[in-house]
């Protein structure tokens, strides 16, 4: 990526975190309906996310524990406004490798690198001890934060279900804390497209390591699947095979065709 696109593109992104998909047109998009929004103050960018009063808690005690490591992440601040909960924190320098990716910037082993690097990031963040975690450790569990969103999309049977297999999957073996949702959107990049920051604090959550390849699998279909676990293995120093990815993936088709069936169901009954 040359200065000038990279210049290009920091000037027409919108906000910083930001929600936009992967390998998406994005430039001069609007971004509507969003919790997030940036402001201006004193010559500086500041983001404000709207979220609730446990999560912002959680966030901030997290920033301050991976900043205190030397994880580059937002430094969150809390604010309350007619009972209404943000996060704030100073816009960071750098650009969504969702948006680089979407714009075709980038060559297939950049991509490799750019994993490769959140990966590394990731496991430096598994060092952190637990103990170091002031924020509350039950709101961490990944089985758990994964409960309350899907009991909002897919009712209770289902929720319990997912829980089970949840709790089973990534709450067993060596635990640790983890960035399980590394989507390139949430991966930010300088001008020579090496990893700077990982945003997003609420994508972190108490699991072992395999947790977030799901997410890899979804969010980085540039790469094929032995490549995603070449890269893991390499990183992890573990010994994930490629059928293994792939009945991952199975799993999460079936699990988007349950819930696509389920949401007619009760539209119909509504």
């Known amino acids: 990526m040359t200065p000038e696109q990279y210049i290009k593109i920091i000037q027409n992104q919108a906000t910083n975190p930001t929600d936009i998909r992967p390998m998406t047109k994005v430039i001069n998009r609007e971004i509507k309906d969003t919790d997030l929004f940036q402001v201006q103050e004193l010559g500086q960018t500041f983001i404000y996310k709207i979220s609730n009063a446990q999560t912002s808690f959680n966030n901030l005690m997290l920033a301050q524990t991976l900043l205190k490591h030397g994880i580059p992440v937002p430094d969150s601040k809390i604010m309350v406004s007619n009972g209404v909960s943000f996060e704030r924190y100073k816009r960071i320098p750098g650009i969504s490798a969702s948006l680089v990716m979407a714009n075709n910037l980038l060559s297939h082993d950049e ?149 696509k069936s389920l949401r007619k169901i009760l539209h119909k009954n509504k």
């Open 111 to 259: 991509i490799k690198r750019i994993l490769r690097e959140a990966l590394v990031l990731d496991k430096k963040i598994s060092k952190i001890p637990l103990q170091d975690i002031k924020t509350q450790k039950q709101q961490l569990l990944f089985c758990n934060k994964r409960r309350s969103v899907h009991m909002k999309t897919y009712g209770k049977l289902i929720t319990n279900l997912y829980y089970r297999i949840n709790k089973k999957r990534t709450c067993s073996g060596n635990v640790a804390l983890h960035q399980y949702d590394l989507n390139p959107s949430n991966i930010l990049l300088d001008e020579n497209n090496h990893v700077t920051a990982l945003i997003d604090l609420d994508g972190m959550a108490i699991c072992n390591e395999h947790a977030m390849l799901p997410q890899i699998l979804h969010y980085w279909p540039n790469l094929s699947v032995p490549e995603i676990a070449d890269i893991y293995n390499s990183v992890f120093h573990c010994n994930i095979d490629a059928r293994h990815l792939k009945n991952i993936q199975r799993f999460r088709t079936v699990k988007k065709l349950m819930a």
